[in-house]
């Protein structure tokens, strides 16, 4: 029988290693916008999720969002939203990334007092979804789909 792995990979999966830490979180690392960072992944949180303190850090373009986060035990957080991001998680990417931008400092307490470093923010169920995720417990592996290209049309006239 052939392994997962061997399975995924024909079907365009990109592995990505995980990291369990102190917390039994799984970490991973990912750039946005070209720039590196340090991800808890959370399938149960809807968007993924950056600090409001990394705006410039990760050359995010926001402006201001309706919408209050909750989670790990705070609510009613200010928002901000940043759309179109450059997401790279390993080899797999996408140019259409849009995130949540809100304080971290209680997620980051929480991890700093189990020894635990400090994320600049989190892999949601929003990145999960598009590229159709696997997570391998064991092996510590995220398997990602990776996304088609968008193809343009070819015109065989041109016309001014």
């Not at 968007?47 to 309706?66: A, T």
């Amino acid at each position: 029988m052939k392994s997962l792995k061997k399975v995924l990979r024909k079907k365009k999966f990109i592995k990505i290693k995980l990291k369990k830490i102190v917390t039994n979180h799984l970490e991973l690392e990912a750039k946005i916008n070209g720039v590196k960072g340090r991800f808890i992944l959370d399938t149960g949180a809807s968007n993924s999720c950056v600090g409001l303190d990394l705006i410039e850090h990760f050359n995010l373009i926001s402006e201001e969002s309706e919408i209050k986060a909750a989670g790990a035990g705070a609510t009613g957080m200010e928002t901000q939203k940043s759309e179109n991001n450059t997401l790279k998680i390993g080899k797999w990417k996408t140019d259409s990334c849009h995130l949540v931008l809100f304080d971290l400092t209680h997620v980051n307490t929480a991890l700093t007092q189990h020894n635990a470093k400090e994320v600049h923010g989190i892999i949601g169920a929003d990145i999960l979804e598009s590229g159709k995720a696997l997570i391998d417990y064991d092996k510590k592996a995220l398997f990602l789909k990776k996304l088609k290209k968008k193809r343009f049309k070819k015109y065989s006239k041109l016309s001014f």
